[in-house]
């Protein structure tokens, strides 16, 4: 009998997060069920997942019922996920007894990526610059930021995204203020970051202010018109944290009245905006479509996180991305 299985709901899923090869590393590592189960196959196939000690999984993880862990899974002993959030699944497992990793920091790293290429031209300018060269009549003396020297850029949340793009703008000659209502002093010292005593502090002070809040009840509509207005001249502000976490149309009604700022929205609430959406119309609105997490070449990452976890488990070495009750409060 097996002692691992694949379980998704949408196999197409698992195709491409444990394509190129990882399936069959993952198989060449423990005793994988042939077939990709189903949350609608187990009931049928519970005679032969007895044996079963660990879970594969990516988005499309079906939400199981803690009876229906105890019933099908009575060896299971973990549960590796290939993609970011948990919080649709991972209690009932947790309550079992079941050991939780996720692949969330694989997914932090595109995102990290993203947002310091933006942080960059940002400052640069290059986003007002480019529409003014593209005008006629500014093409001549087109917008151009301060630059990437000394400058001050502001982070919102020091979360394994927040601390990933810290650690990316390192060889950057950059101020970096954070602020995070959680991140101990000593924490901050050991970043090398500047904590900010307010958000007001936070948007008053960047030249970029990046969202990398997570959506929790505590933070949705947290950043409003006030913040907004207390920005420097033509500061940038960028979201690929959760677009809940904004009054969105605080920020719009500012961006209208404050052409010289602009905001880059990888994430919206909605997503993507609805037709009535004055972001559409803003010159100084760039939207793109939540493209900064993983995504086509780069989600194969979170399989080689997990499969990595796993291979840690095996060897008896602490795990580095288990997840514990208290987090599923925070991840977004």
Not at 237 to 253: C, H, M, P, S
Not at 305 to 322: D, H, N, Q, S, W
Request: charged share 20%; proline share 5%; net charge negative.
């Amino acid at each position: 009998m097996s002692e691992a299985i694949i379980l998704c709901n949408t196999p197409e899923h698992v195709r491409t997060v444990y394509g190129a090869g990882r399936r069959e590393t993952l198989a060449e590592r423990v005793d994988l069920f042939p077939e990709v189960l189903t949350g609608e196959d187990l009931d049928a196939r519970i005679s032969e997942l007895a044996s079963v000690r660990f879970i594969f999984s990516t988005w499309g993880m079906p939400p199981l019922s803690e009876d229906q862990i105890r019933r099908v899974f009575p060896s299971l002993e973990a549960v590796f996920y290939a993609a970011g959030s948990v919080r649709g699944f991972a209690e009932a497992f947790l309550n079992c007894g079941v050991t939780v990793v996720s692949g969330w920091a694989a997914n932090a790293i595109p995102v990290a990526e993203f947002t310091v290429a933006q942080i960059l031209l940002a400052n640069k300018g290059f986003y007002a610059n480019s529409r003014d060269c593209a005008s006629v009549e500014t093409r001549g003396n087109p917008y151009r930021g301060p630059g990437n020297f000394g400058e001050t850029v502001s982070l919102l949340g020091a979360g394994m995204i927040g601390r990933g793009v810290v650690e990316r703008l390192k060889p950057f000659e950059l101020r970096i203020l954070v602020w995070d209502p959680f991140l101990a002093a000593g924490d901050a010292r050991q970043l090398g970051v500047e904590q900010a005593g307010s958000l007001d502090e936070a948007f008053g002070r960047g030249f970029v202010v990046s969202n990398h809040l997570a959506n929790v009840p505590e933070t949705v509509g947290l950043l409003k018109r006030s913040h907004f207005e207390n920005m420097r001249p033509h500061a940038t502000f960028i979201n690929t944290g959760r677009g809940a976490t904004v009054v969105e149309k605080d920020l719009a009604d500012v961006l209208r009245t404050r052409p010289d700022l602009y905001a880059l929205l990888d994430v919206t609430d909605p997503e993507p905006p609805d037709i009535t959406s004055p972001f559409y119309e803003l010159k100084n609105v760039i939207l793109s479509g939540h493209i900064a997490g993983s995504m086509n070449d780069e989600v194969v990452r979170m399989a080689d996180f997990v499969i990595e976890e796993f291979g840690r488990l095996r060897a008896g070495e602490p795990l580095r991305y288990t997840v514990t009750r208290s987090m599923l409060a925070t991840m977004a």
